[in-house]
């Protein structure tokens, strides 16, 4: 079981940054890829970003490509969404998840990014 806890939102202009955070309480963090979904109101669940457990492979969503960065202090059990020139369009909650084996096993609470126009 892993417990995962998101921080970091806010309701920001367009063109802010936000940078979340998702700690973990597992102590075999640093073996998982994690990842980054958001779900606005209304929309289905969409990923964003994942890395994985080295820090050396991340991926991303088309839509945040280019404005965001996901990265991981495993020393910390942490792992982050550094978010630039946010748009209103990435109004969601956001929120991370541990990948085992083919799935993303464990969800955190999530955190509200909130981008006015």
């Known amino acids: 079981q892993v417990q995962l806890v998101e921080s970091g939102g806010g309701l920001v202009q367009a063109g802010a940054s936000l940078r979340l955070s998702c700690a973990a309480t597992?102590?075999?963090?640093?073996?998982?890829?994690m990842g980054w979904f958001r779900q606005a109101a209304g929309k289905e669940r969409e990923f964003v970003a994942a890395i994985s457990w080295s820090g050396g492979t991340t991926t991303y969503a088309d839509s945040v490509k280019g404005r965001t960065t996901i990265s991981r202090d495993n020393a910390k059990n942490t792992v982050y969404l550094q978010m630039n020139s946010l748009k209103p369009e990435d109004t969601a909650v956001y929120y991370c998840?541990?990948?085992?084996?083919?799935?993303?096993?464990?969800w955190g609470q999530g955190t509200q990014v909130t981008v006015s126009s």
């Open positions: 998840a541990v990948k085992q084996g083919t799935r993303y096993a464990f």
């Open positions: 597992s102590t075999t963090f640093t073996t998982y890829t």
